[in-house]
């Protein structure tokens, strides 16, 4: 066994992942203003030792360090690490329920991964995930990481007939579903909990926290977990002022699979774009649309009609079309494998109206 790897544990529990961020954070000079700090510094085993004495009764913690990494720098082969320990992890059945504490920076594309890749499993298995992480460092005099990893795992530890399973998260004592959680301030204490209004939980209130009852998603099959070498590669352009073709041209003289055009206002780009988006479907790059005004949905062939091939990303954000783009790339490739004749548009369209309708 990996030293990384918790000792198997029998007994019923909640097994507790540690990805690091700033909710394992420590600062040189914890009394600064503003504060110099460190993201990923302390293990998951020794967060779980300050909160002991406020564990609810009964409650057993397990700890399994999977990184511990400031989450700017998280990596696809690190989210396929994660992805795989979540599914293994719902699967045993001394696992109760699961809490990641997760750095706030990329904590959106984390959501919206587990929720495509074991969301459906989650919801099967009646076992709940909860994301969660802190904007102040282990050791600041307000830390917020203790409550927040508490009201993690109280949640967790719910019994079943007051929330559903399904991958969630929750900060500054309040939840919502993980793939609506973003981070869109940065610095706030709720600077992460910014939810997307069309979230069927929405922002929930701590008194009705353990109460909550999400309508049941419709998604009814997890995507599969990309190897961690072969994840499609997809980047993020965002149309400005001023837009160059020449910025879509430098793409595609690269390997990059797809293109994620983030737009002004409804998500229209650049008419500059235009002619080399063209060239770029013909060479076979998928094109997905999102805005870039940070809330609203994108629709297909509004405001004007969508470039043959480019598809609009409903609610989702940049960086979670992006992930959702991988995932279809992925799907369509494995899908293929398997003799069926699925694309990255069947799998795509499916995860971008799931807001709409969850
Ligand atoms: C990180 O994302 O790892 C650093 C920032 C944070 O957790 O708030």
Redesign the pocket.
Known sequence: MSPNQAKPENSPHILVLGM????A?LAPNPGDQPLRYE??QVEVKSLLTHIESAVPEGVKLVSQQVAN????NLTEALLSDLGEVVRASLANPAVLGLVITH????IEETGIFLQLTCGNYAQILGKRVILT???LPSNAPQADGPSNLLDAIRWASTPLENCPGGIYAVMDGRGCMAMDLAKRHGSALNAPIQASPSSSVGLINPSWLWGVKAKEAAWKEDLPIPKGDEWPWVEILTSHAGARSETIALWLNSQVKGLVLAGSGMGGFHDAWRDTLVTAVKKGVALVRTTRTGAGATLTDIPEKDLDGCLASGTLSGPRARIALQLALNAEKQAQLAGKSLTWQDFFARIAVLPEIR
């Open positions: 690091g961020g700033t909710i954070g993201a990923g990494i400031n989450s700017r750095g706030t920076d990329t992480g802190a904007m």
